[in-house]
């Protein structure tokens, strides 16, 4: 029986925004516990709008760079972390659809000098911030192996 290729596995490869590299747990948690402690700074109403802009952005792709890590997979750029969502974990265009929206006005910021954000984005933002941080809580804890799906499967196990 041939075995279908996971969507994950279907964008790794030569000249493809992906490349497999096994989930490291030591990583995983920093790059979760960087999201997360962006995401609070983010809620902090001293900052100005455009920092608390800065701070959730990076916490978005750091949230989502751990998720995509965890599946054992590493970007080649920024954007693919939000594309795979609905890979890594399980969540729909309501989330990614916003991260989109966010790394487009971010890029047109830095390079371009035109950063137009409002509260009403970075609300939504980092309400979409927490839906990737809670989903990232229900996986099970990242050992050293190979992830298959949602199942990590020690090496030499499978």
């Known amino acids: ?11 790794s490869g ?5 490349r497999n590299e096994a ?3 030591k990583e995983f948690a920093a790059l979760r516990q960087s999201g997360l402690e962006r995401l609070a700074d ?14 959730a952005y990076n916490a978005s792709h750091a949230l989502c760079l751990a998720a995509l890590r965890r599946s054992g997979y590493r ?9 795979v969502l609905p890979h890594t974990l399980g969540l729909g265009p309501e989330v990614w659809r916003v991260f989109a ?28 911030c927490k839906i990737v ?6 996986l099970p804890p990242v050992t050293c192996g190979k992830v298959t799906g949602n199942i990590v499967v020690e090496m030499g196990k499978e």
């Open 14 to 18: 030569p000249d493809q925004p992906l």
């Open 133 to 138: 941080a809670a989903a990232l809580r229900k």
């Open 42 to 55: 983010s809620e902090n109403k001293s900052n100005s709008l455009g920092g608390r802009f800065d701070l």
């Open 75 to 83: 970007p080649a750029n920024r954007y693919i972390v939000f594309q």
């Open 101 to 128: 929206t966010c790394h487009d006005r971010r890029n047109r910021g830095e390079y371009e000098g035109d950063l137009y954000v409002d509260e009403r984005l970075l609300t939504d933002l980092i309400a979409a």
């Open 23 to 25: 989930p490291d747990a």
């Open 1 to 11: 029986m041939t075995s279908v290729p996971s969507p994950l596995e279907n964008l």
